[in-house]
């Protein structure tokens, strides 16, 4: 087959993405979104290409394409169900627009099933078309790693198909313009790949948490145990503690793969629900710990100021989705605190607040740490090493009434100690004189049980 138009449903990371690479390809691209001030941002972005055009009107985008590539969010419910109405909505749209020999591609994260069945059966309502004779459906999960500098190209896709010749399709289409492609023998297969490789993070990264905990409880340093460990060649794969886990992949789909198993009386996944339950409550934990360490730090409890470095879920990107920061902020907003946001990556914070649920204050770099009145308290959430740079900067940061709370370590120790700061991260305790240091092991007591 020749691919020479290609449409994406969904103007966000992922297809900003896969416009970049399409059109480096020579393809022409057309976007479809339901948001025009995606679409505007887009037409702006490659405004100086003629082979470009994103719109909110299908009949624009649609009508003369020979692939079609769907990376639309997958969210979650409030109840962590998955909310398929994006994609179901995505489905009805190409009702009227499907033809012969059009390729069809979902790249959103999906559990088991949907492709074949929910997305098929929405498709297919009052058409004569069949798929692997008419037209062709395959699932590539994107791999994208926000922030990440690898080439988008270099990263090997799974591929998928509804049956042989969508699989033949598909493969053909991707090795246009990915340098490896990754067949494998069915679509289930394909949209499980995706659910293992994020539940494996979460799971590990929950692992690391507690073992950090654990750690931290002996006034060990779990990044010393790490270190130790990685010398090992082989068995074992290093990872690392925070405050909790963010984006719209890791937090997000093992709920896919929890809920599925219940869904089809296959039992529960006992170790993913816990290792969710343990990121989740997280950053309440570290709000709980910084609480605990600043009543026992500070004699004088009036004149607090509490600061949170670095909203975004990981450091040196504008995205709030899930972030730590935001349950951390509420919660300290519980205990009637209202923090100041050092937000270096300039975030757009009423995007995740239109309502003003949060109470914070935003403050500029320039008057942070200027008040000698106050005793400051610095939670460094998502592991930006930036602020290495951003307190050397600070002639009148006073170590004295300071207390650096880095779950990440990613202070430096020269920094500790040539400033003389009161630092604590998992197991390290440097310039803070407490004698009964307070246990993360009093906050992990959830049991999972199960009602069926």
């Not at 059109?23 to 976007?31: A, C, D, G, P, Y």
């Not at 339901?34 to 649609?62: G, H, M, Q, W």
């Not at 004569?128 to 190209?153: C, Q, W, Y």
């Not at 460094?380 to 602020?387: F, H, P, Q, T």
């Amino acid at each position: 087959m020749i691919f020479k138009n290609v449409a994406i449903i969904g103007g966000g990371i992922i297809g900003t993405y896969n416009c970049e690479i399409l059109l480096k390809n020579q393809f022409k691209v057309s976007v479809y979104d339901i948001s025009e001030e995606a679409c505007l941002k887009l037409n702006t972005k490659f405004s100086d290409i003629d082979n470009f055009i994103a719109s909110t009107n299908p009949n624009d985008i649609l009508k003369t394409i020979d692939a079609v590539i769907i990376c639309v969010p997958t969210p979650i419910r409030e109840d962590k169900t998955p909310n398929s109405d994006p994609l179901n909505s995505v489905a009805l749209t190409l009702q009227k627009f499907l033809k012969q020999n059009l390729l069809i591609t979902i790249e959103s994260t999906i559990w088991p099933g949907y492709s074949e069945k929910d997305f098929l059966e929405i498709l297919l309502d009052n058409s004569k078309l069949e798929v692997e004779k008419d037209f062709f459906l395959i699932h590539s999960p994107e791999r994208v790693n926000p922030g990440d500098t690898m080439n988008f190209a270099e990263i090997a896709r799974v591929v998928g198909g509804y049956g042989p010749n969508s699989l033949s399709i598909g493969i053909q289409f991707y090795s246009i313009f990915i340098n490896e492609v990754i067949p494998v023998k069915s679509l289930k297969v394909a949209e499980l790949t995706k659910l293992l490789e994020n539940s494996f993070r979460d799971i590990n990264i929950a692992f690391i948490n507690e073992f950090a905990s654990y750690c931290n409880d002996f006034k060990i340093s779990v990044f010393d145990v790490i270190d130790a460990a990685s010398s090992k060649p082989y068995s074992f794969l290093p990872h690392y503690p925070g405050s909790g886990v963010g984006g719209e992949c890791i937090p997000v789909d093992p709920n896919f793969l929890i809920w599925s198993a219940k869904d089809n009386d296959i039992g529960h996944i006992t170790l993913a629900e816990r290792a969710r339950w343990i990121n989740d409550n997280r950053p309440k934990q570290i709000v709980d710990y910084t609480i605990r360490l600043t009543n026992l730090f500070f004699k004088n409890h009036e004149n607090l100021k509490f600061f949170i470095f670095g909203i975004s879920y990981k450091p040196r990107i504008k995205d709030l989705r899930n972030a730590p920061s935001l349950t951390i902020i509420k919660e300290l907003n519980d205990h009637m605190i209202i923090p100041f946001l050092i937000d270096i990556d300039e975030n757009d914070f009423s995007s995740v607040d239109p309502n003003l649920k949060y109470k914070i204050t935003q403050i500029n770099t320039e008057n942070s740490f200027n008040d000698n009145n106050t005793n400051n308290i610095v939670i460094i959430v998502n592991g930006d090493n930036r602020i290495n740079s951003y307190i050397s900067n600070f002639e009148n940061f006073k170590s004295e009434n300071s207390l650096i709370i880095d779950p990440h370590r990613c202070v430096k120790n020269e920094l500790i100690e040539k400033l003389h700061l009161p630092y604590w991260s998992y197991g390290i305790l440097r310039n803070l004189e407490i004698d009964d240091l307070p246990k993360f092991s009093d906050f992990n007591t959830k049991e999972i049980t199960h009602d069926n």
